[in-house]
């Protein structure tokens, strides 16, 4: 039956194409990308339009702005992925690294949860993870209620192309543009639903700090 | 022809529908504020972008490409889909697709699924025949959960509850989600907080989750859902099995074509740059998210769409709903008017095709829907000819309706009149010498005209008709 | 330059002053003006309300009678955008010996005055508080612009006052009207209400269409506000100025 579905599809479709259309060619006239002063200072200002902050950390300075952070938001019990860098690991905070697998009761019961990302966009303020280094498996910054993420200067492009082309499709992707938000009460964009509802982000001068 | 669910049993035809929404001061409130709001914000973020009438072209150009190589483009997402561990599934029609989500959930061993908004699933009546056969689904999007919770139908694409303010929801949630706090505010920030409280368990024991997609890629297998709230995020990577029911237009030929819609859609859309979260995946990944994952293509009507040169341009709406937020007519009769999960400009052309058949009144009714002012193509991020496409299904209608109605008559009748000039004169002689008795305006006429004079008085003819004057100045 | 004029089935029925003022226009502007006699209508309301067949014998007639000129001018933006816009594809796909006869270029009345003759003080004299209505199609399918209002500016005392929510329809949709007379009605009150706003004496646009359904309203309402079309202000000098239809 369910073969007998596909063909019979499949079969509809070329019939409804019996005229062969032959459409416009694709012209990408489109900007791939675009220069801007400072790529950097575009993506911080737009993470803040969706209430996230955004805050500027030095060379050597992660440890104390990390721990700073976690002070400020009183997050006493921090998830990260398994290979969260050793000095990200601020004292004082109880780790749970990815490793093995944490069960989900145990990502619900955390404060918040620590990672790096793969790129970020400034043009639309945007972090994208790929489950690469610093990130883990996508449940991690879904979970818990906090999410602070490390973002290298290096890691920053001005636009949506830009970011696409250095991506690896078949990795599991997530974009994040804010904490979560709903439009969905008179399309009034207000912040915090099911993801976590506080996002802050620590810009460092390069990611593999 | 099973193409349930599509438009509404029982709705009735559009101008009549449309009178009782216009009589409901609330909901003519809600949207006025809901809709003005948006076009404003649209309008600012679209400016933004310097390339954005080239987006538009490419998208347009993108999704034509699609519509042309459709067959082909699918057997290349199933193959895609396939080598990355997921299964594909075929659907016709509502009952099929159906079938297949219940038979899986089922043999996933669960007895509830959790969703993502899905307007496939929604045009299916997926959420009723899961009830049917004993697994029952929970929406998890807020305007979803409103519209489920009150027993309602949607009223837009993007946001099905839009017809509701913030006092209503708060009401609905109190009177029907048996842990909303007691002293719940209308505030939204406090209903998201009620949403987010009452759906987390749910979410975390979830087994199976039901989503569609906003994009497919044909030659990676990516599935792509855009989305706000986190509710996607969470049926996406949660539950051990995952079924996703997508249109079978809802490709894009390449991973490339994404950085085109990635930019027209959340701009066009909820008027952001980019929304809160997208998630992007590709069959199976080992550790991270589900076990299983299975793609069901849906036909439901969307091939006999293909087959209309003028009607396919259809198929390459990426379900934004900015046409609605501009709609004149949508702002002021809301979308269950429509009766239909697609309303507004897009609705009036895509409900009829989907459903095929035009001699169903209410369908044929959607197509008049619209003053063709022409501000929904304005908006269109891939310019879908909205204008276009529901003069051609206005053709359809009348072929249907056949040359023997009081309105084919009197269309032949004037057709008849203007196929030269000395009948045109002899009508405006006929039509000025009624004018003469009843003078410069007329406020009452017989029927048809009477739905003019209602609210409008009417010219009389010209004593003089304009050739007449030229005739004795200048002739 | 000769110029036809295309006087529109409505105008010449029930509105003979428009294209009056289009004649006196134009041959004050040092224009040739004829008009073919053997017009009659375009097909727009056939064609939009579904009639594609009627509609295409009627295109096909209006491209054989309007041959052989340099300009036909138009005193309605929805009528120029059907013979400009919609007549190619219609004449084109049925009837191809005709697709290739020598067409002259449609205006637009604003559009002939400010692109073919390069003007925009025609030398009005309009002393009237009026407000601009933009018309969908003159606004959307012809993409007219500012050159109503370019004109406008430029006539003698007549002060021009923004129309809060100019470029939302009027409702009138030609027989979307009577199809969805609640609908439309609805959105006329909205466009009588943001007209009645700007205290404007005069409501103005390109469109004797939308002008007769803007108006129906008002004068239903006794609202004191007349209609009168663009080329009726154009048309007003301090020699012969515009007065009201008796």
């Given at each position: 039956m369910a073969s007998g579905a596909r063909r019979e599809v499949l079969g509809r479709i070329r019939a409804a194409l019996a005229d062969r259309p032959s459409p416009e060619p694709v012209v990408?006239?489109?900007?791939?990308c675009r220069a801007v002063d400072d790529a950097v200072g575009l993506f911080a200002e737009r993470v803040a339009d969706y209430r996230a902050t955004v805050t500027w950390v030095g060379a050597g300075e992660l440890p104390a702005a990390i721990a700073a952070a976690l002070r400020a938001r009183s997050a006493r019990a921090m998830l990260g992925p398994p290979d969260l860098p050793g000095d990200w690991r601020v004292p004082d905070v109880e780790w749970h690294l990815d490793e093995p697998p944490l069960v989900v009761e145990r990502l619900d019961s955390c404060d918040g949860v620590l990672t790096g990302c793969a790129i970020a966009i400034s043009e639309t303020g945007t972090i994208v993870l790929d489950a690469g280094a610093t990130q883990g498996r996508r449940v991690l910054t879904l979970v818990p209620d906090y999410h602070l993420c490390v973002v290298g200067a290096?890691?920053?492009?001005?636009?949506v192309p830009e970011a696409l082309a250095r991506l690896d499709p078949v990795r599991p992707l997530t974009f994040i543009s804010g904490p979560s938000a709903t439009?969905?009460?008179?399309?009034d964009r207000v912040e915090g639903v099911h993801g976590p509802r506080t996002l802050d982000v620590l810009l460092v001068p390069t990611a593999g700090t | 022809m099973g193409t349930g669910g599509v438009t509404w049993l029982g709705t009735p035809a559009f101008p009549e529908a449309a009178r009782a929404a216009l009589s409901d001061t609330q909901l003519r409130a809600n949207l006025h504020k809901a809709t003005s709001t948006i076009r404003g914000k649209r309008a600012g973020a679209v400016a933004e972008l310097p390339d954005w009438e080239r987006l538009r072209r490419a998208g347009e150009a993108i999704k034509d490409d699609v519509l042309a190589q459709l067959d082909g483009y699918l057997e290349q997402l199933e193959a895609a889909v396939t080598a990355r561990g997921g299964v594909v599934h075929w659907a016709r029609d509502a009952d099929e697709a159906n079938a297949i989500v219940l038979r899986l959930a089922r043999e996933a061993g669960t007895d509830e699924v959790v969703k993502v908004k899905s307007l496939a699933t929604d045009e299916i009546e997926l959420n009723e025949a899961l009830a049917a056969g004993g697994v029952p689904a929970v929406e998890t999007d807020l305007a979803e959960l409103i519209v489920q919770l009150g027993r309602d139908r949607p009223?837009?694409?993007?946001?099905?509850?839009?017809?509701?303010?913030r006092a209503e929801i708060r009401d609905l949630f109190r009177r029907?989600?048996?842990?909303?706090?007691?002293?719940?505010?209308?505030e939204p920030r406090a209903l998201a907080e009620a949403a987010r409280a009452h759906l987390r368990r749910k979410f975390l024991s979830a087994r199976v989750a039901v989503s569609g997609a906003n994009f497919a890629v044909a030659d990676t297998g990516s599935i792509v859902v855009v989305e706000s709230e986190g509710n996607g995020r969470m049926c996406l990577t949660l539950p051990q099995t995952l079924i996703t029911v997508m249109g079978v237009?809802?490709?894009?030929?390449?991973?490339?074509?994404l950085e085109v819609f990635l930019q027209l859609l959340p701009r066009s859309s909820?008027?952001?740059?980019?929304?809160p979260y997208t998630s992007i995946w590709t069959g199976v990944t080992p550790g991270d998210g589900p076990r299983e994952f299975h793609l069901v293509l849906l036909d439901n009507g969307r091939t006999d769409t293909l087959a209309d040169a003028v009607g396919r341009?259809?198929?390459?709406?990426?379900?934004?709903s900015a046409c609605l937020n501009v709609c004149p007519v949508y702002e002021r009769t809301g979308g269950q008017a429509y009766g239909s999960v697609y309303p507004g400009p897009i609705g009036a052309i895509l409900s009829p095709q989907l459903l095929?058949?035009?001699?169903?009144e209410q369908a044929a009714s959607l197509p008049y829907a619209?003053?063709?002012?022409?501000a929904c193509f304005e908006v269109c991020p891939v310019r879908i000819d909205i204008p276009e496409v529901l003069v051609h299904l206005r053709g359809k209608a009348v072929e249907a309706k056949g040359s023997r109605s009081p309105e084919a008559l009197a269309m032949s009748a004037l057709g008849w009149v203007m196929a030269g000039p000395r009948r045109f004169e002899a009508a405006q002689r006929l039509g000025g010498l009624a004018g003469a008795v009843g003078?410069?305006?007329?406020h009452r006429l017989p029927w048809p005209g009477s739905k003019w004079t209602a609210a409008r008085d009417a010219p009389a003819p010209a004593r003089e008709p304009f050739r007449a004057w030229w005739r004795r100045t200048r002739g | 330059m000769r110029v036809a004029l295309f006087v529109t089935c409505l105008a010449d029925t029930f509105f003979p002053g428009t294209g009056r003022a289009v004649v006196e226009l134009l041959e004050r502007l040092g224009c040739d003006v004829d008009f073919p006699m053997a017009q009659t209508c375009c097909g727009q309301l056939h064609g939009n309300t579904g009639y594609r067949q009627h509609a295409v014998s009627l295109a096909r007639r209006h491209k054989g009678i309007f041959a052989g000129y340099d300009a036909v001018v138009v005193p309605s933006g929805s009528c120029a955008a059907q013979v400009r816009e919609m007549h190619p594809g219609m004449v084109g796909d049925t009837h191809g010996a005709m697709a290739g006869a020598m067409v002259a270029p449609t205006y637009e009345l604003s559009e002939f005055l400010v692109?073919?003759?390069?003007?925009?003080?025609?030398?009005a004299y309009f002393p009237h508080r009026v407000t601009y209505h933009p018309t969908c199609h003159s606004l959307?399918?012809?993409?007219?612009?500012?050159k109503p209002l370019r004109l406008l500016r430029a006539v003698r005392g007549l002060e021009l006052v923004d129309l809060p929510?100019?470029?939302?329809?009027?409702?009138?949709?030609g027989t979307f009207a009577i199809k969805n007379a609640e609908v439309s009605t609805a959105m006329l009150a909205d466009k009588m209400r943001c007209v009645q706003d700007t205290g404007a004496e005069v409501v103005t646009a390109g469109d004797s269409s939308c002008l007769m359904h803007i108006g129906g309203g008002l004068s239903r309402l006794r609202a004191g506000v007349a209609p009168v079309h663009l080329a009726e202000i154009l048309a007003s000098t301090e020699e012969a100025p515009w007065a009201p239809a008796a």
């Amino acid at each position: 039956m369910a073969s007998g579905a596909r063909r019979e599809v499949l079969g509809r479709i070329r019939a409804a194409l019996a005229d062969r259309p032959s459409p416009e060619p694709v012209v990408r006239d489109y900007d791939t990308c675009r220069a801007v002063d400072d790529a950097v200072g575009l993506f911080a200002e737009r993470v803040a339009d969706y209430r996230a902050t955004v805050t500027w950390v030095g060379a050597g300075e992660l440890p104390a702005a990390i721990a700073a952070a976690l002070r400020a938001r009183s997050a006493r019990a921090m998830l990260g992925p398994p290979d969260l860098p050793g000095d990200w690991r601020v004292p004082d905070v109880e780790w749970h690294l990815d490793e093995p697998p944490l069960v989900v009761e145990r990502l619900d019961s955390c404060d918040g949860v620590l990672t790096g990302c793969a790129i970020a966009i400034s043009e639309t303020g945007t972090i994208v993870l790929d489950a690469g280094a610093t990130q883990g498996r996508r449940v991690l910054t879904l979970v818990p209620d906090y999410h602070l993420c490390v973002v290298g200067a290096d890691q920053v492009v001005v636009s949506v192309p830009e970011a696409l082309a250095r991506l690896d499709p078949v990795r599991p992707l997530t974009f994040i543009s804010g904490p979560s938000a709903t439009s969905d009460i008179e399309l009034d964009r207000v912040e915090g639903v099911h993801g976590p509802r506080t996002l802050d982000v620590l810009l460092v001068p390069t990611a593999g700090t | 022809m099973g193409t349930g669910g599509v438009t509404w049993l029982g709705t009735p035809a559009f101008p009549e529908a449309a009178r009782a929404a216009l009589s409901d001061t609330q909901l003519r409130a809600n949207l006025h504020k809901a809709t003005s709001t948006i076009r404003g914000k649209r309008a600012g973020a679209v400016a933004e972008l310097p390339d954005w009438e080239r987006l538009r072209r490419a998208g347009e150009a993108i999704k034509d490409d699609v519509l042309a190589q459709l067959d082909g483009y699918l057997e290349q997402l199933e193959a895609a889909v396939t080598a990355r561990g997921g299964v594909v599934h075929w659907a016709r029609d509502a009952d099929e697709a159906n079938a297949i989500v219940l038979r899986l959930a089922r043999e996933a061993g669960t007895d509830e699924v959790v969703k993502v908004k899905s307007l496939a699933t929604d045009e299916i009546e997926l959420n009723e025949a899961l009830a049917a056969g004993g697994v029952p689904a929970v929406e998890t999007d807020l305007a979803e959960l409103i519209v489920q919770l009150g027993r309602d139908r949607p009223s837009h694409l993007l946001v099905p509850a839009i017809h509701r303010n913030r006092a209503e929801i708060r009401d609905l949630f109190r009177r029907e989600m048996p842990d909303a706090p007691a002293d719940l505010s209308d505030e939204p920030r406090a209903l998201a907080e009620a949403a987010r409280a009452h759906l987390r368990r749910k979410f975390l024991s979830a087994r199976v989750a039901v989503s569609g997609a906003n994009f497919a890629v044909a030659d990676t297998g990516s599935i792509v859902v855009v989305e706000s709230e986190g509710n996607g995020r969470m049926c996406l990577t949660l539950p051990q099995t995952l079924i996703t029911v997508m249109g079978v237009e809802k490709l894009v030929p390449s991973w490339r074509d994404l950085e085109v819609f990635l930019q027209l859609l959340p701009r066009s859309s909820t008027a952001e740059r980019m929304n809160p979260y997208t998630s992007i995946w590709t069959g199976v990944t080992p550790g991270d998210g589900p076990r299983e994952f299975h793609l069901v293509l849906l036909d439901n009507g969307r091939t006999d769409t293909l087959a209309d040169a003028v009607g396919r341009q259809a198929l390459r709406c990426i379900r934004c709903s900015a046409c609605l937020n501009v709609c004149p007519v949508y702002e002021r009769t809301g979308g269950q008017a429509y009766g239909s999960v697609y309303p507004g400009p897009i609705g009036a052309i895509l409900s009829p095709q989907l459903l095929g058949d035009f001699h169903d009144e209410q369908a044929a009714s959607l197509p008049y829907a619209s003053s063709l002012c022409g501000a929904c193509f304005e908006v269109c991020p891939v310019r879908i000819d909205i204008p276009e496409v529901l003069v051609h299904l206005r053709g359809k209608a009348v072929e249907a309706k056949g040359s023997r109605s009081p309105e084919a008559l009197a269309m032949s009748a004037l057709g008849w009149v203007m196929a030269g000039p000395r009948r045109f004169e002899a009508a405006q002689r006929l039509g000025g010498l009624a004018g003469a008795v009843g003078g410069g305006t007329i406020h009452r006429l017989p029927w048809p005209g009477s739905k003019w004079t209602a609210a409008r008085d009417a010219p009389a003819p010209a004593r003089e008709p304009f050739r007449a004057w030229w005739r004795r100045t200048r002739g | 330059m000769r110029v036809a004029l295309f006087v529109t089935c409505l105008a010449d029925t029930f509105f003979p002053g428009t294209g009056r003022a289009v004649v006196e226009l134009l041959e004050r502007l040092g224009c040739d003006v004829d008009f073919p006699m053997a017009q009659t209508c375009c097909g727009q309301l056939h064609g939009n309300t579904g009639y594609r067949q009627h509609a295409v014998s009627l295109a096909r007639r209006h491209k054989g009678i309007f041959a052989g000129y340099d300009a036909v001018v138009v005193p309605s933006g929805s009528c120029a955008a059907q013979v400009r816009e919609m007549h190619p594809g219609m004449v084109g796909d049925t009837h191809g010996a005709m697709a290739g006869a020598m067409v002259a270029p449609t205006y637009e009345l604003s559009e002939f005055l400010v692109d073919a003759l390069g003007l925009t003080d025609v030398g009005a004299y309009f002393p009237h508080r009026v407000t601009y209505h933009p018309t969908c199609h003159s606004l959307r399918l012809l993409q007219v612009g500012d050159k109503p209002l370019r004109l406008l500016r430029a006539v003698r005392g007549l002060e021009l006052v923004d129309l809060p929510g100019a470029e939302e329809c009027c409702g009138f949709g030609g027989t979307f009207a009577i199809k969805n007379a609640e609908v439309s009605t609805a959105m006329l009150a909205d466009k009588m209400r943001c007209v009645q706003d700007t205290g404007a004496e005069v409501v103005t646009a390109g469109d004797s269409s939308c002008l007769m359904h803007i108006g129906g309203g008002l004068s239903r309402l006794r609202a004191g506000v007349a209609p009168v079309h663009l080329a009726e202000i154009l048309a007003s000098t301090e020699e012969a100025p515009w007065a009201p239809a008796a």
